[in-house]
């Protein structure tokens, strides 16, 4: 199989800030591949690179053969992009936006007529096409904007959190968009930070924190990492500073992460560990007021890996 993208050692500087460290990874023709990381990550930067919006410090990344350093306009014409920003006129109609975004792809007339109307039936709002988009809701905005990245028929698809802040329907609908146009052939770079979706849609993650890419693979290959380690999930009243401490220091105990008095812990067995842990808490006058135990995923993996949970 064929890369469609290749990212070798990229890396991005604002000035002594490092954006992002150490990008690695690949991505196949016809996948589905996700960047999963927490806000400030590097995702958006890495996608921002890769589209040729912002130039690397270091490394060098390749779409569908092109240099992103040295071949930007190919690799423009090969890809589609939908940013977190809405990119669309408001006081157009949808059509309208569609039409404006595929004359600045070159197309014209009855072609561009067509793509539009194509376009229009992919995203689910051909009954709303004369509808102008500021009566729309947020989440048919992103619809529309997806469709603009959509009227040149792209090779790759780089979509960058395309359902932060929308309502369960349309989240529902763009990731059955991501799902159907993957069927066709289309190659998704998708960036998310809600660990159900990375599991959903990709056929290979790659979790990203702090600027560096620091693990990637299957779901499969990637919960491994925390092999047979239970997944304890709790919540708490009281202060956590002191049975966190002592949590962390219970035999069995693997990792404490901490985050609003939510507590999520990974230990080898949960049936022994949890008398421990309540015993510590009733000794600092905590009260855990519940307890959740899940399989390995990809919060655990995260938890692993950083020490930090992924969270929403």
């Not at 000035?15 to 996700?34: D, H, L, P, R, Y």
């Not at 529309?144 to 040149?152: E, F, K, M, R």
Request: proline letters at 3%; charged letters at 25%; aromatic letters at 4%.
């Amino acid at each position: 199989m064929q890369k469609a993208i290749q990212v070798q050692n990229l890396q991005k500087c604002f000035g002594e800030f490092v954006a992002v460290k150490k990008g690695n990874f690949e991505v196949q023709q016809g996948e589905i591949f996700s960047l999963l990381g927490p806000n400030g990550a590097g995702k958006s930067t890495t996608i921002s690179m890769l589209s040729c919006l912002l130039e690397p410090s270091g490394g060098e990344a390749y779409i569908m053969g092109h240099s992103v350093k040295s071949e930007p306009q190919a690799v423009k014409a090969s890809i589609g992009v939908v940013p977190q920003e809405i990119a669309l006129y408001p006081d157009l109609s949808a059509r309208e936006n569609l039409n404006f975004w595929g004359k600045m792809y070159g197309l014209r007339g009855e072609a561009l007529s067509k793509r539009v109307d194509e376009v229009l039936d992919i995203i689910g709002l051909a009954d709303r096409q004369k509808d102008r988009v500021d009566k729309f809701s947020g989440g048919m905005k992103r619809r529309v904007n997806i469709g603009a990245a959509l009227l040149h028929k792209p090779a790759v698809i780089i979509m960058d959190e395309p359902t932060v802040g929308i309502d369960p329907q349309s989240r529902r609908h763009i990731l059955d968009n991501v799902k159907e146009l993957n069927s066709q052939g289309m190659t998704v770079l998708y960036t998310t930070h809600y660990m159900e979706e990375a599991q959903e849609l990709s056929d290979h993650i790659a979790i990203m924190d702090q600027g560096v890419v620091i693990a990637c693979g299957t779901h499969e290959e990637l919960v491994k990492m925390v092999g047979e380690l239970d997944r304890i999930d709790l919540t708490i009243n009281g202060e956590s500073k002191k049975v966190i401490s002592d949590w962390q220091v219970t035999e069995g105990v693997h990792r404490v992460s901490a985050e609003n008095g939510h507590l999520t812990i990974l230990a080898e067995d949960s049936n022994l560990v949890l008398p421990h842990l309540f015993e510590s808490a009733t000794l600092a006058k905590v009260r855990i007021t519940s307890v959740e135990i899940q399989e390995p995923n990809l919060e655990a993996v995260f938890l692993h890996l950083t020490g930090k949970a992924l969270r929403d």
